[in-house]
Nanobody, 125 residues
Framework: QEQLVESGGGLVQAGGSLRLSCTAS????????MGWFRQPPGKEREFVAG????????NYAASVKGRFTIARDNAKNAVYLQMNSLNPEDTAVYYC??????????????????WGQGTQVTVSS
């Protein structure tokens, strides 16, 4: 059973930046496709970004492309989400997730096996 723990959320003004981190507890992290999702208030959870096992391939939702960057460090069992040019529409609980089957370019919730507890990101206008 993989445990994922997110950190780095908080309150930021529009136009600002935040960096989210997610660390995994197991020793098979490097084999997982990793993703970030978010759930805005009153809305469904949605895909934000994904990254393959080596970090050589990434995938982004259209709403964040060019502003957010996903990266991973397999030596640290960690995946990151750098968020720039934040706007109030980015306000959400952000979750990291692990896909142990490594569905290439996974964007659906049901493709992921393990989830963190989430970290709140609030962007004020």
């Amino acid at each position: 059973q993989e445990q994922l723990v997110e950190s780095g959320g908080g309150l930021v003004q529009a136009g600002g930046s935040l960096r989210l981190s997610c660390t995994a507890s197991g020793n098979t992290f490097r084999g997982y496709y990793m993703g970030w999702f978010r759930q805005p208030p009153g809305k469904e959870r949605e895909f934000v970004a994904g990254i393959n096992w080596s970090g050589s391939n990434t995938n982004y939702a259209a709403s964040v492309k060019g502003r957010f960057t996903i990266a991973r460090d397999n030596a640290k069992n960690a995946v990151y989400l750098q968020m720039n040019s934040l706007n109030p529409e980015d306000t959400a609980v952000y979750y990291c997730a692990a896909d142990q089957q490594h569905h290439f370019g996974a964007t659906r919730i049901d493709e992921y096996d393990y989830w963190g507890q989430g970290t709140q990101v609030t962007v004020s206008s």
